[in-house]
């Protein structure tokens, strides 16, 4: 179980994690946390009638890390569009589907990355530091939307867009100042292949 997810009979996931994976894990979780954020235009949270009917945004966001956990629904940024009206066509498509969908993303994503650290801070320790994280299907899932939502932000961070670019990140010298961050991509997709595994029927 060290360093991967397993099935648990009856459904769920475990891994045996160390003080330091916990500590790195909470700690990128609460970091998603802070960078997602209420959103542009979210309701206050006193208000839930408001919230209901409250709008997203309609523009992109400004940082690259949301541009690619928030991305434009219409556009495709390997095909160019055939003419200016038609990329502008996409532009209100998109703004239409970001302005009616990016609050209840931002609210998902929040709530995966909450669900990641209540769990973290619910585990007790075993004697030799460390501890076996269990959890339910549902927290599995919630676990599986937080680390693809992390490894998404650390790739953007390093300016990963295809496979051909993590096949490079493997070659990083030792003093590369990105290698810890590389570390940390490349561990947790093999946290989500194997969390990924224990869902699959």
Same mark, same amino acid.
């Given at each position: 179980?060290?360093?991967?997810?397993?099935?648990?009979?009856? +459904?769920?996931?475990?891994?045996?994690?160390?003080?330091?994976?916990?500590?790195?894990?909470?700690?990128?979780a609460?970091?998603?946390?802070?960078?997602?954020?209420? *959103?542009? *235009?979210?309701?206050?949270?006193?208000?839930?009638?408001?919230?209901?009917?409250? /709008?997203?945004?309609?523009?992109?966001?400004?940082?690259?890390?949301? !541009? !690619? =956990?928030f991305?434009?629904?219409y @556009?495709?940024?390997?095909?160019?569009?055939? @003419? @200016?009206?038609?990329?502008?066509?996409?532009?209100?498509?998109?703004? /239409?589907?970001?302005?009616?969908?990016?609050?209840?993303?931002?609210?998902?994503?929040?709530?995966?990355? #909450?669900?990641?650290? !209540? @769990?973290?801070?619910?585990?007790?320790?075993?004697?030799? +530091?460390?501890?076996?994280?269990? #959890?339910?299907?549902?927290?599995?899932?919630?676990?599986?939307?937080?680390?693809?939502?992390?490894?998404?932000?650390? *790739?953007?961070?390093?300016?990963?867009?295809?496979?051909?670019?993590?096949?490079?990140?493997?070659? =990083?010298?030792?003093?590369?100042?990105?290698?810890?961050?590389?570390?940390?991509? =490349?561990? &947790?997709?093999? &946290?989500? /292949?194997? #969390?990924?595994?224990? #869902?699959?029927?």
């Amino acid at each position: 179980m060290p360093g991967h997810f397993e099935p648990l009979t009856g +459904g769920g996931a475990a891994v045996a994690l160390d003080d330091v994976e916990i500590s790195i894990i909470r700690s990128l979780a609460v970091q998603l946390l802070e960078l997602i954020g209420p *959103g542009p *235009g979210a309701a206050a949270p006193e208000d839930p009638l408001a919230e209901l009917f409250a /709008e997203g945004p309609s523009e992109p966001p400004a940082d690259p890390v949301l !541009r !690619r =956990l928030f991305p434009d629904a219409y @556009s495709d940024p390997e095909e160019a569009p055939a @003419s @200016s009206a038609e990329a502008e066509q996409r532009r209100a498509h998109s703004a /239409e589907f970001r302005r009616y969908t990016e609050n209840d993303l931002r609210a998902g994503k929040r709530e995966n990355a #909450l669900g990641v650290i !209540r @769990s973290l801070d619910a585990l007790a320790p075993v004697d030799e +530091g460390g501890a076996v994280l269990e #959890l339910t299907p549902e927290e599995s899932r919630q676990w599986l939307g937080a680390l693809n939502d992390l490894r998404l932000a650390i *790739g953007a961070r390093l300016e990963i867009s295809d496979e051909d670019d993590t096949d490079l990140l493997y070659r =990083l010298p030792e003093e590369d100042p990105r290698k810890p961050m590389v570390l940390a991509y =490349l561990w &947790l997709g093999g &946290l989500q /292949e194997t #969390l990924v595994s224990t #869902l699959l029927p």
